[in-house]
């Protein structure tokens, strides 16, 4: 075999295994994805939190009509997509099931307390605000490493922590009355991925601040930006209770 030859083989070869290796990703995170579609299932996210259930099951479908296309690297990328948003439809699920075991006047007076303890939080405890696109509750990519990070600190604080509230916050576009049912959104949102990721659902309170607070007091895009935003708030239980 000439120089030539041997040079087109080790192209092939090389085409070959990185095509090979592209599949074994593939098929990775596919077993990852639908591992945590399963989950979300067990938990009841098909009746509980149906949107993002549905979300992530749709993700799944079409990155298995990419790979049997051979678009491996597309494929992957819905698959990762796929597995946080089930990981949130679960996270949803466990929150609601929980929610619903309160009564009336026992959630009421939860939010009443609460209320009265939010100026008294015990510093951030390295939990770290995530931010949300303009008009969206959606977690974003770039927002994931924070909540992996946020919910090991909440779990590895639990026996210190009462609860930690989660404040949605908004830009000044959009009325009071809009931006406080996103501001609702994202911090519920932000709470589903916690809960997702293990956190118990008896730790975290969504709260929404609306456009009540600016964190930055301009009109650029960057003020608007750091404004849209979920904020975390760890309250610590009493000394009495830690005795």
């Known amino acids: 075999m000439n120089n ?5 083989l080790v192209l092939l070869t090389l085409i070959f295994s990185i095509y090979i290796i592209g599949c074994a990703s593939s098929n990775r995170e596919l077993a990852d994805a639908e591992a945590a579609l399963q989950a979300a299932r067990d938990a009841g996210a098909a ?11 749709e993700l799944i479908n079409r990155a298995k009509e990419m790979m049997a296309a051979g ?4 494929a992957r990328e819905l698959l990762v997509d796929a597995r946080y948003k089930a990981i949130e439809a679960k ?20 939010e009443e307390e609460l209320s009265m303890l939010r100026g008294m939080g015990a510093g951030s405890m390295g939990l770290m605000d995530i931010f949300f696109d303009y008009d969206e509750a959606n977690i974003r990519p ?40 996103l501001g ?3 911090a519920e949102a932000t709470k589903s991925f ?12 969504a709260v929404s601040k609306g456009e009540t607070e600016m964190w930055a007091p301009g009109f650029t895009e960057y003020d608007y930006q750091q404004n849209r935003r ?14």
């Open 91 to 110: 996270g949803k699920a466990e929150s609601v099931a929980a929610r619903g075991g309160m009564g009336d006047i026992e959630i009421e007076a939860t």
């Open 47 to 57: 009746e509980l939190a149906p949107a993002e259930y549905e979300t992530a099951q």
């Open 184 to 186: 609702q959104r994202r």
């Open 71 to 74: 678009m491996h690297k597309e």
């Open 194 to 205: 916690l809960v997702g990721l293990g956190v118990s659902p008896s730790k975290l309170e």
């Open 230 to 243: 979920a904020h975390f708030v760890p309250l610590l239980m009493s000394p009495q209770a830690l005795r």
């Open 4 to 8: 030539k030859g041997l040079s087109l």
């Open 142 to 181: 770039d927002a994931r490493p924070a909540l992996q990070t946020n919910a090991r600190i909440v779990k590895d604080k639990f026996g210190i922590l009462r609860v930690v509230i989660i404040e949605g916050y908004c830009d000044i576009r959009g009325t009071e009355e809009y931006n406080l049912a």
